[in-house]
């Protein structure tokens, strides 16, 4: 037994250790101090594989601003944290960056749960954060800026494509099972069942857990019902991994794209490097941005990714071009409001209008979404998408679906006077759909 | 001339006009010289003039084009379909027109569209592709397949039949018949016929519901689903019959394809279980670093690939011996660095190994990349062999089943009938004895868990042409792979391979009405109250041994 | 040693005395450097640390009830986690009630996944999780009556050894995917979040964050205390018998199972609780703790700091874990390489963890034999 404790003791030890940490404090913001741009993208764990193009595209847009004389006179300064895919651990680095490093915006996030996560913590110490890719709506905070594309800038169009274009009548909806997928499918029917007067009978849902990787039964379910005399599509919300299997064992049981043509929403070129594309061509995917746009700012931004990564096989794709997007309205916001404070560049970037890469331009809207054109890209034998429609001028982003029935009566204007990002206008009242009413309805009980 | 719809892409119906019956006389004409040089050569002007038609915006102008060029008697037609099909017929700045023969990364070669000379390297920047859509794209298929009726080569042919089922209209009727007494191939004949019949069918022909009555090719199904809710009772009456024995007969084909999808998926599970039943089961080590070993054989499948472009196929053979001895390797640096030091505690080596098993993970996204890569599937293994019009096995997961059927054998012939086999038994039943006996235990340590480690290298070359080959290969299949062996029984080699196989048949028929997710779960839950009810297995090891 | 009173016997051993002063001392040095000393001080700790620490603590009890399982009972669980995540989702539960109609759509009753999701009505499994109490009885039953049902059918069974390692792994993985899935009414792979308060006070706000950070650590004391007095009890005794030599104990007349599945429970129920105290301090719970990875981390927090010892657990979990806040802040690629590697080396080098390591040298200096505060070797 241990008699004495003049000795160091073990728990000594890790007192001292964890005391080292709470000494480090933040240093005062300086008037030529950088200005810090918090990067919030997961570098390891199972999302580094979708995540760690995007920190290199917010640290290759600071470079070059940084080459053109930074910002309000002021350097821009990259400050990288790594969430590795853990939840609670984004809504920690969050804290930390806006806390601890009081960063000045954060660019980040890729999945909706981590998104969930940060976002009480973004509201709480006042943070501005930048999110870029497509998500399920159904949100808006006052903090929060979406650049990837709401449902109706994706889903929306891509239908409309395959019933108008294809002459679609037979409807597939599959999907992984979190709530992208799940919000979209249930747009969709809705959509599908109130615009075509689709019959629920010509509807198919199915949902798969993550990283699915037996898709024999399903693919063969999809041939089935895609053989019965009417045009057949399947709309693929499949997230990441699940997508090589499958259409491995699509291309393998001959679902062909002219057949049974599948549209992903979560598909793009990253995810294309990794599948042999070359028994999918002809299948398709809706997105804002496909590598293959021909502009000369598209080919600029690709040869600025490929000199940077110093790859020349280097893809980009969609949540790219939206942080390019989002990351210079952030600066020209900055330059209008004259100053990186959080509420004045909140209030000055509203209407702020960027160039797009695919030759047009994007807006900020007053819900804190912005406007994108929708394409439909062909997948090619080389991995690259060929487009094949899109939408004649720019779609603003839908914080709240038409098609839902809790959101139907909701808007989000982050302007002045309403400052509410879910303001009913059926009751006249911010603060969701039903609250007023179900609390007179208790009172009067 | 005159113009008749095109039967089989309903899509061009409306805009579209083509001359098929053209290129069917010429076709005629073609398999009785079998001379295609007949065909004249367009001055250029003309060519470049048909070609300039296709580099426009609308896809309807673009149909039409490609219509032009089906009735132009270019030899060069073919050829220009076909690359416009492969999305490879492009357009230079210049306005020359070029097709592109290789087109990844940023430059690439090409050869001009009218004289076939390569032009060397040109920029995707200078380059316009001429894009096309599904409805092209079938518009191309079926212009194709006509012309390729009439092919010398008698895959096109068949290929080309087949694509007519259930695309017969009236124009089309006629001069199929005479095609069909002409077909020297059987399988060509049948096709055709059949094609006709449900022609005839949508024709209101009764007799034709004899014809059809033996297929069950989806489009006959669609032809008499139509045919029993239309006008003609006697017409409705008999399709309807024809429906139930075909109903019938599908019924039967999808049990058998429910059971070859479970055979499928439990061959995976033995694949990536049957290495663990060596090193876990046998000398009772549990490696958590399996998985891994699994993934490292992915990972030669794509190096062998990348070393030997062009030949996916020699390189998936190659990557057999390949992918066995790098994971052996891996496994004896395992065996050697970490496991012989944990000898006699199988908890500490379980934490140990899953350390390993995080290291490898990361070694290979630091070391190739965090991206899933690339493997190719050869020829020979994509695709289905169609046993009926209704059932079809996959081929790449037919090799898959066999290659696991082998690799058992080899193993159980390793472990009963060498030198080898006998000694490990020997130090697993008794490692005291059976050194006194003069067998080298740590060699044989060494030995069997390279063998077990080389295994799951070959799940992993198997696994490469099923699933992503990426870093967390391994971590999916780890907790199965233990299931399997467990429910199995372990030290047993046949209770790994009937657990695999049953499991995977279980949950294939548990997924059409619990779906994927709960049918998982539903099996997980089976096999931790069978272990509860029965803890060593299905197949229990007897003796002093079990009671490790 | 002289039979003394059940109450002070846990206090018995002068490790635990002293990992008592270091814990209080802890808690008191944190709250006043955080309260009293000015935000521009090099000394002052923030919030930000504070939540940061409540964290660890939370993991810290987590890993004292496997050490209970492990270092005492012989159980390898690798199932842990299971508990960790039900105690969390009770917890969450009711935070998600305590929203009521501030939730984006304002429904009152339905939290905003199932509007979301077009549900009616709450689930009757939702039923009663708006009433503190009942939340809290439910973070020690949920995951208690899992570990009943669970060892009851094993225990009894014998299944022991990596045999019960694989089934508690699979259990986890199970739970995980079936957490997954939207139609269970658990909020999916997004979880439950966006909480406000808890029992009146805002989870957004310093003061509340520094309380559930003191809570952690009294919750952490308590904890320990009832595992040691487990441990120095005659029901310890025959777990640590159980642990080296089962059968022998069983001859000797002993119902092991009965044993072990009383322990087993009450280490499921601390995880319940750290789970609980964790998810109000990260704001978020999801099926991703129910990862069988992560319950293996928490195994190797146990080895490294030292099996069997308790206040190595604690030291484990802190250790770990802040040596995984500060690489995945400073060399992310490394972060995996680290734990890897601390696996390897400490089961191959340091089999008594840190705190084995620490006796060690203490007892060489000090010349004396009879310290015996290390397990021997359990072997399956």
Redesign the interface.
């Known amino acids: ?5 003049r ?1 160091t ?7 001292a ?3 080292s ?3 480090a ?2 240093a ?1 913001a300086q008037e030529d101090d950088p200005i810090k741009v918090g990067v919030l993208h997961s ?2 764990g ?1 999302m ?2 979708s995540e ?1 193009v995007l920190k290199d595209t917010v640290e290759m847009l600071i470079e070059q601003q940084n080459a053109e004389g930074g910002l309000l006179g002021r350097q821009l300064e990259a400050v990288v ?4 895919s ?4 984004f ?2 680095r969050a ?2 960056l806006l ?2 490093e009081e960063v000045d915006v954060i660019f980040g996030n890729w ?3 981590s998104r ?2 940060v ?3 973004v509201e ?1 110490l006042n943070g501005l954060l930048f999110y870029p890719v497509q998500y399920e709506g ?2 808006s905070s006052e903090n929060v800026f979406y650049t990837g594309a709401a449902p109706n800038q994706q889903s929306i169009p891509a239908i409309n494509y395959l019933h108008d ?3 679609v009548e037979r409807w597939v909806l599959a999907g992984t ?3 992208f997928p ?2 979209t499918n ?1 747009i969709l029917s809705a959509y599908l069942q109130d615009e075509f007067g689709v019959a629920e009978a010509d509807i198919m849902v ?9 898709w ?3 693919v ?2 999809i041939r089935r019902f895609g ?3 009417k045009k057949t599509a399947v709309v693929s919300t499949i997230n990441g ?1 699940a997508n ?2 499958f259409y ?2 699509l ?4 679902v062909d ?2 057949d049974i ?1 599948v549209v992903a929403f979560s598909v793009g070129e ?1 995810e294309l ?4 594309t ?2 999918l ?2 299948h398709l995917a809706a997105w804002n941005y496909f590598m293959s746009v ?1 502009t000369d700012a598209n ?1 600029d931004f690709i040869d600025a990714w ?1 000199e940077y990564t110093d790859d ?2 280097a893809v980009t794709n969609d949540p790219m071009e939206a942080h390019y997007i989002g990351f210079n309205m952030w600066t020209e916001a900055v330059r209008k409001a004259g100053t990186t404070d959080v509420d004045a560049v909140k209030d000055a970037i509203i209407g702020v209008t960027v160039p797009n890469l695919s030759g047009g331009s994007a807006a900020m809207m007053p819900n804190h979404h912005i406007t994108k054109p929708v394409l439909i890209g ?1 997948i ?5 998408f ?4 899109q939408t004649p001028s720019t779609v603003a982003g839908d914080a709240w679906s038409d098609y ?4 139907r009566d ?1 808007i989000a204007d982050w302007r002045a006077p309403m400052r509410c ?2 303001f ?1 206008v059926a009751n006249g009242s911010c ?6 009413e ?2 007179e309805a ?1 009172l009067a009980e | 001339m005159r113009n008749f719809p095109l039967p089989w892409a ?2 061009t119906r409306a805009g579209g006009v083509v001359g098929w019956p053209w290129l069917l006389l010429m076709g005629l004409l073609l398999s009785v010289v079998h001379f295609p040089a007949a065909l004249a050569q367009e001055t250029d002007d003309q060519a470049v003039a048909l070609l300039e038609a296709l580099d426009v915006d609308s ?1 309807v102008a673009k149909s039409e084009a490609v219509e032009a060029i089906v009735r132009s008697d270019d030899e060069r037609a073919r050829d220009w379909l076909q690359a416009l099909l ?2 490879r017929l492009q357009r230079s700045d210049g306005g020359r027109f070029v097709v592109v023969l290789d ?4 430059d690439w070669p090409v050869a001009d569209a009218l004289t076939g000379e390569t032009l060397g390297e040109m920029s995707r ?1 200078e380059l ?2 001429i ?5 092209l ?2 518009q191309l ?1 079926s212009a194709l397949a006509v012309v390729d009726l009439y092919s010398p080569d008698l895959e096109r042919r068949r290929a080309s039949a087949e694509r007519l089922l259930g695309e017969v209209d009236d124009d089309l009727a006629g001069p199929l018949a005479e095609v069909i007494e002409e077909a020297s191939d059987d399988r060509v004949r049948e096709r055709l016929s059949l094609a006709l019949a449900i022609h005839r069918l949508e024709q209101g022909e009764l007799e034709a519901v004899a014809e059809l009555e033996g297929s069950l090719h ?2 006959v ?2 032809a008499l ?2 045919a029993a809710t239309g006008d003609d009772p006697q017409v409705a009456i008999a399709a309807r019959d024809a429906l139930g024995s075909i109903e019938q007969q599908l019924k039967l084909n999808r049990a058998a ?2 059971l070859y ?1 479970g055979l ?2 439990g061959s ?1 599970l033995v694949l990536a279980a049957i290495g663990l039943a060596i090193t876990f089961g046998v000398m009772g080590v549990i490696n958590m670093a399996h998985g891994e070993l699994i993934m490292l054989g992915a990972y030669t499948t794509w190096a062998v690939q990348q070393l030997l472009p062009g030949q996916p196929g020699l390189a998936l053979i190659l990557s057999i011996p390949a992918g066995f001895l790098v994971s052996a390797l891996a496994g004896v640096a395992i065996e050697r660095g970490v496991i012989q030091f944990l000898k006699g505690r199988p908890l500490e080596t379980l934490l140990a190994t899953f350390g390993v098993s995080l290291i490898l993970q ?1 070694l290979v ?1 630091t070391v190739i990349s ?8 050869p020829e020979w293994m ?3 062999l169609a046993v009926n019009d209704a059932l ?1 096995l ?4 037919m090799v898959v089943l066999g290659f696991a059927l082998l690799v058992f054998v080899g193993l159980m012939l390793v472990m009963r009938r060498t030198r080898l086999g006998l000694e490990v038994r020997a130090v697993t039943q008794n490692r005291a004895m059976a050194r006194s006996m003069g067998i080298r235990a740590t060699r044989v340590d060494i030995l069997t868990f390279a063998l077990g480690s080389g295994v799951a290298g070959l799940a992993g070359v198997a696994l490469s042409q ?5 870093p ?1 290969l391994g971590q ?1 299949y780890i907790i199965d792979s233990f299931m399997v062996v467990v429910f199995g029984g372990v030290g047993n080699l046949w209770g790994t391979l009937v657990a695999g196989l049953s499991l995977g048949v279980i ?2 028929i548990l ?2 009405w619990a ?3 709960l049918a ?1 779960i539903i099996v997980l839950v089976f096999i931790i109250l069978f272990i509860q009810k029965r803890p060593r297995g299905l197949f229990p090891q007897k003796g002093r041994a079990a009671e490790g | 040693m002289q039979a003394r009173s059940w109450l002070l016997r846990p206090f018995s ?3 635990t005395q ?2 008592f ?3 209080l ?2 808690l008191v ?2 709250t006043v ?1 955080h309260l009293a000393v000015p935000a ?10 504070v ?3 409540g ?2 603590l939370s993991y810290a009890l987590l890993a004292v009830a496997v050490d209970l399982v492990w270092g005492y009972l012989g159980i390898l669980s690798l199932g842990h986690g299971a508990f960790f995540a039900l105690g969390g989702y009770a917890m969450g539960m009711y935070l998600m009630r305590q929203i009521g ?8 009753v339905l939290p905003d ?1 199932m ?4 549900w009616e009505s709450l689930p009757w499994y939702w039923q009663g999780f708006d009433m503190a109490w009942f939340a809290f009885v439910m973070v020690l039953l949920a995951p208690g009556a899992l570990a009943l049902v669970f060892g009851w059918l094993a225990f009894r069974s014998r299944v022991t050894g990596v045999y019960l390692s694989i089934i508690t792994q699979a259990m986890t993985f199970a739970l995980m ?1 079936a957490f ?3 139609e269970m009414g658990f909020g ?4 439950l ?3 406000r308060d808890i029992l009146g006070f805002s ?2 706000s310093d003061a509340t964050r520094l309380g559930l950070f003191i809570a952690t650590g009294v919750a952490l004391a308590l904890g320990y205390l009832l595992c040691r007095a487990i441990v120095v009890s005659k029901l310890g005794r025959v777990c640590v018998a159980t642990r080296d030599a089962e059968a022998r104990t069983r001859f000797l007349g002993y119902r092991v199972e009965r044993f072990q599945l009383f322990v087993f429970v009450v280490s499921a129920m601390l995880a319940g609780v750290a789970g609980a105290l964790y998810v109000p301090q ?3 719970i ?1 099926p ?1 703790e129910f990862e069988p990875i992560f319950s293996i981390e928490i195994v190797l927090w146990v080895a490294l700091g030292g099996r069997a010892t308790l ?2 657990a604690v ?1 484990g979990a ?2 770990v874990n ?1 040596a ?2 500060v690489f ?2 400073v060399m ?2 490394a ?2 390489f680290a734990l890897g590697g601390m696996f390897v080396l400490v089961t191959v080098f340091l089999p008594q963890g ?2 084995g390591l ?2 060690y040298r ?1 007892r060489r ?2 010349r004396s034999s ?2 015996t505060a290390t397990p021997q070797e359990a072997s399956a």
């Open positions: 037994m241990i008699t004495s404790h000795k003791h073990p728990s000594l030890w890790f007192a250790s964890l005391l940490l709470g000494v404090s933040p005062l570098l390891s199972t580094a594989i760690t944290v790594d969430p590795a853990d939840w609670p651990l809504a920690e804290r930390e806390a601890q999945t909706s749960v969930k996560s976002l009480p913590v709480e159904e949100e274009q294809v002459g099972d979190y709530v799940r919000t249930r199915n949902y798969t857990p993550f990283g699915h990787s037996d024999q039964n399903i063969s379910d053989s019965e005399g991994d090589v299997p491995t064992e291309a393998n049981q001959g794209a002219a043509p990253q490097t990794g599948i042999d070359g028994p061509v002809g021909d080919y490929i020349e096989m062909e090619q034998d080389n991995g690259q060929d487009i094949v429609w839902l029935p809790g959101s909701l990002g879910n009913n603060g969701g759909s039903t609250a007023a179900e609390a208790a | 309903p899509s896809y492969d999305g087109n990844r990364g940023r920047r316009d592709r894009g096309i859509n599904n409805a794209r079938n298929r989806p489009r199904r669609v689903n139509r394809e429910t999808f499928s998926m995976v990361q996204r965090p991206q899933n890569r690339t493997v190719v599937t994509s695709g289905s079809s996959t081929l790449n997961r099923l699933t992503n080959v990426g967390n999916n949950n294939q997924e059409p779906g994927a997710m998982k | 051993e002068r490790s002293l990992f002063g270091v814990l001392a802890a040095l944190v450097l521009d001080h090099p000394l002052h700790v923030t919030a930000y640390t939540n940061l620490f964290k660890y109609d501030r939730g984006t759509y304002g429904d009152p996944f509007v979301f999701l077009n995917l997954f899935r939207n999916g792979n997004n979880g979040t966006d909480f989870l957004r990260v704001g978020i999801n991703s206040y190595g030291i802190i250790l802040y995984k806040t995945t802040g992310p690629d972060w995996l840190v705190a620490l006796a203490i200096q000090r009879d310290e």
